[in-house]
């Protein structure tokens, strides 16, 4: 279990070592939506990636915290959604996170695994270790794909409510557009397991709302929804100042209509309102490496050379 522990860590810190050293891209982030404010948030090539993780999973424990850092040092680039399943023992679960999975199901019926990656709705990539190769796919997608100029997210606050303008293409027959409200620091409820006690869960999809070509909007949400709409580009959403989330805005093949070749959006955006996991101007190159070097972890991040006799020397060992 430590050495799958230290690949884990060293797979995440590996792929925030690589990143540190790209130009840093500013997220699409606000500390907040003050009263007689308002901020617009433009598409243009952000890639969809979407975790499916649990409370209860102890590599998702590990692992999650660093990707917050990661998606913020993506800025832009990255649209990083956490999924729950509805499985009666994780304690964040939603119907939206549900319904979420339930898309994706029918296209990938293995899909049942965490923590699994899926990149724009790709073949899922499941395992502690494959974020290097999250990231390498979520490159080589946001360099082929054109900016979705014509669609845009407005927000501003009165009191407690964040008024909000859509502005998109009205969605063609078997497409749609999909708002997705995640919250940040979500604590886990009375009934559910968890690997790590007391955590809090970033990036969780808590509300899906979908706009379908008749410009209907349809939601699933706990109880009662926080976002209202009025008409097809109009909404309010009932958000206390201070409170962390983000909104994901996106274009994308109708759930009827989904298959394996048209998983990918035409387009993504992403308003985050939350603190940043990363200091301005902080740099963890260095420090990164020292503390994987030092720690051991590259050496744990592969398997150990078979002994002389040919025989594999096992994890526990």
């Not at 590599?59 to 729950?84: F, K, M, N, Q």
């Not at 845009?152 to 998109?168: K, M, P, Q």
Request: one cysteine or more; glycine letters at 8%.
């Amino acid at each position: 279990m430590g050495m799958r522990r230290g690949r884990a860590l060293a797979a995440v810190l590996l792929a925030m070592l690589l990143l540190s050293g790209m130009p840093h891209v500013t997220a699409l982030r606000a500390d907040a939506v003050e009263d007689g404010t308002s901020i617009i948030v433009r598409a243009r090539t952000t890639v969809l990636v979407e975790e499916m993780t649990a409370t209860w999973c102890v590599t998702c424990a590990e692992i999650d915290p660093y990707l917050a850092e990661v998606a913020d040092r993506h800025g832009s680039r990255l649209a990083l959604v956490g999924l729950h399943p509805q499985d009666g023992q994780d304690g964040v679960a939603t119907a939206a996170s549900e319904a979420r999975l339930e898309r994706w199901r029918a296209v990938h019926d293995d899909l049942n695994q965490t923590p699994a990656f899926l990149v724009e709705g790709e073949t899922p990539l499941v395992g502690p270790e494959v974020w290097p190769e999250v990231t390498r796919r979520m490159l080589e997608l946001e360099s082929s794909r054109p900016a979705h100029d014509s669609m845009s997210l407005t927000a501003a606050r009165d009191g407690d409510v964040i008024h909000l303008s859509i502005s998109a293409p009205a969605p063609s027959e078997g497409r749609q557009l999909t708002l997705m409200l995640l919250n940040h620091g979500r604590s886990s409820a009375g009934y559910g397991v968890e690997a790590e006690p007391g955590s809090t869960y970033d990036r969780v999809l808590v509300e899906l709302h979908t706009r379908a070509a008749n410009g209907t909007w349809g939601s699933v949400c706990e109880g009662s929804c926080s976002t209202s709409f009025n008409g097809s580009e109009q909404a309010s959403l009932e958000v206390e100042q201070g409170d962390p989330f983000s909104l994901v805005l996106i274009d994308e093949t109708a759930d009827a209509n989904l298959s394996a070749s048209s998983t990918h959006s035409a387009g993504v955006l992403e308003l985050a309102v939350r603190s940043s996991s990363v200091a301005s101007g902080e740099d963890h190159r260095w420090a990164l490496a020292t503390a994987m070097l030092a720690g051991g972890v590259i050496v744990a991040a592969w398997p150990k050379k078979p002994s002389d006799s040919g025989r594999k020397i096992s994890e526990e060992e």
